[in-house]
């Protein structure tokens, strides 16, 4: 199975490419400033679960679909994007009326879960990264490579869930001291509406 150096090598590389600015955790940042920590938490949960589903992809060989078919990628693509711009349009539909306090019952956490992993799956790039990340940590006189891929897999998830969960911890508390008035609030909404905008520009302007 996977060796101690190799695990220590790309745990380390995962923890930096989780720092890194991206897609993901821009859109944990944004989603805990405004809905608290809990609800950042859960998203990050949602997005994990994408990756759980990225990984036995590339395990099982059907991420490639997505590097040697152009309709595949678009179509992904243009469902990513749209579904952000459906964010956006929700966030800046907010900001046009009063807003209420985020109490946890007003929270749906289950449609922040989905939401995580409708944003994770529908970014083809994280399937092609995986396919072309994962296998360089392989080595196939180590035992069943789909296995040692799943298991990189874990690893990977293990270091979202460490860099996300702390941008997650801290944002939502800045949130808090942000969100003590409303036109602090609506203000939020509109930065959240055009982060998530800006965010669909660069999916669909994504290439292979």
């Known amino acids: 199975m996977l060796s101690t150096e190799t695990i220590i090598t790309f745990f380390t590389t995962s923890?930096?490419?989780?720092?890194?600015?991206?897609?993901?955790?821009?859109?944990?940042?944004?989603?805990?400033?405004?809905?608290?920590?809990?609800?950042?938490?859960?998203?990050?949960?949602?997005?994990?679960?994408?990756?759980?589903?990225?990984?036995?992809?590339?395990a099982l060989g059907v991420a490639v679909i997505f590097q040697i078919s152009t309709v595949a990628f678009s179509l992904l693509k243009l469902i990513g994007a749209g579904y952000l711009v459906y964010l956006a349009w929700q966030a800046f539909r907010a900001a046009a009326k009063k807003i209420q306090?985020?109490?946890?019952?007003?929270?749906?956490?289950?449609?922040?879960?989905n939401r995580g992993i409708i944003m994770n799956i529908t970014n083809p790039k994280v399937s092609i990264f995986f396919l072309a990340f994962l296998p360089?940590?392989?080595?196939?006189?180590?035992?069943?490579?789909?296995?040692?891929?799943l298991l990189l897999g874990c690893l990977f998830i293990l270091a979202t869930i460490?860099?996300?969960?702390?941008?997650?911890?801290?944002?939502?508390?800045?949130?808090?001291?942000?969100?003590?008035?409303?036109?602090?609030?609506?203000?939020?909404?509109?930065?959240?509406?055009?982060?998530?905008?800006?965010?669909?520009?660069?999916?669909?302007t994504t290439e292979r």
Not at 30 to 45: D, E, F, K, M
Not at 101 to 112: A, P
Not at 165 to 191: E, Y
């Open 15 to 58: 923890l930096l490419l989780a720092l890194a600015p991206g897609p993901d955790n821009i859109f944990v940042l944004t989603l805990s400033i405004l809905r608290g920590r809990l609800a950042g938490i859960i998203v990050i949960l949602g997005l994990c679960t994408g990756l759980i589903i990225h990984s036995s992809a590339v």
């Open 101 to 113: 306090s985020n109490s946890d019952e007003e929270v749906n956490y289950w449609k922040l879960y």
């Open 136 to 149: 360089q940590f392989v080595d196939p006189s180590r035992g069943l490579v789909s296995l040692q891929i």
């Open 162 to 204: 460490i860099v996300f969960g702390s941008i997650a911890l801290l944002s939502g508390t800045l949130g808090q001291w942000f969100k003590r008035t409303d036109h602090i609030q609506t203000v939020l909404n509109r930065i959240a509406g055009t982060i998530f905008l800006g965010l669909a520009i660069k999916l669909i």
